[in-house]
T-cell receptor
């Protein structure tokens, strides 16, 4: 069975500081990995996804994530936080042969002015 | 394009009442999903439909039924609502009939409270 662990349910960073949101996965076969963002009172929207083409994936709004097979990780980063980045972020995994997307429990990002 | 739309946005029910949550997508997607979101638990899949005429159970199907009315519409029914079903419900869709690797597009959600 596949699963996703997001370390830290709440993360606070200062405006202009590095954003690092952690995600580790378990999957018996090569996974597809996703980061979704949820702004207050809205649905989820895709930030970026890894589908085995390149290990460093660039997404919208300056975010990127690196797939590290040896560490089973897919951490999300952004060099300089902006106030508009305040939201909840979800890591998710699926794999070939399984239609279902398994979500992590989410990390709420707060930006300190 | 409206994307994925859900009605209603908010609903309050009494224990034992029934209701249907509606979802429609205008992207010609094959797969549709229903999730519930609870604090600290992420999103959990209730049911999904890989194509018109097919539905399958997800992680938490008990107490729910679904209907894939046509390619556009996928409804979720609570036959006898319970307080444990208080949650935010999201509908999503994706292009393929086999969802792995596909981006899912989400609706704005329905906030349901069961008293």
């Amino acid at each position: 069975a596949q699963s996703v662990t997001q370390l830290g349910s709440h993360v606070s960073v200062s405006e202009g500081a590095l954003v690092l949101l952690r995600c580790n996965y378990s999957s018996s076969v090569p996974p597809y990995l996703f980061w979704y963002v949820q702004y207050p009172n809205q649905g989820l929207q895709l930030l970026l996804k890894y589908t085995s083409a390149a290990t460093l994936v660039k997404g919208i709004n300056g975010f990127e994530a690196e797939f590290k097979k040896s560490e089973t990780s897919f951490h999300l980063t952004k060099p300089s936080a902006h106030m508009s980045d305040a939201a909840e972020y979800f890591c998710a995994v699926s794999r070939f042969g399984n239609e279902k997307l398994t979500f992590g429990t989410g990390t709420r990002l707060t930006i300190i002015p | 394009n409206a994307g994925v739309t859900q009605t209603p946005k908010f609903q309050v029910l009494k224990t034992g009442q029934s209701m249907t949550l509606q979802c429609a997508q205008d992207m010609n997607h094959n797969s549709m999903y229903w999730y519930r979101q609870d604090p600290g638990m992420g999103l959990r899949l209730i049911y999904y439909s890989a194509s018109e005429g097919t539905t399958d159970k997800g992680e938490v199907p008990n107490g729910y039924n679904v209907s894939r009315l046509n390619k556009r519409e996928f409804s979720l029914r609570l036959e006898s609502a319970a307080p444990s079903q208080t949650s935010v419900y999201f509908c999503a869709s994706s292009v393929g009939t086999r969802g792995w690797g596909d981006t899912q597009y989400f609706g704005p959600g329905t906030r349901l409270t069961v008293l």
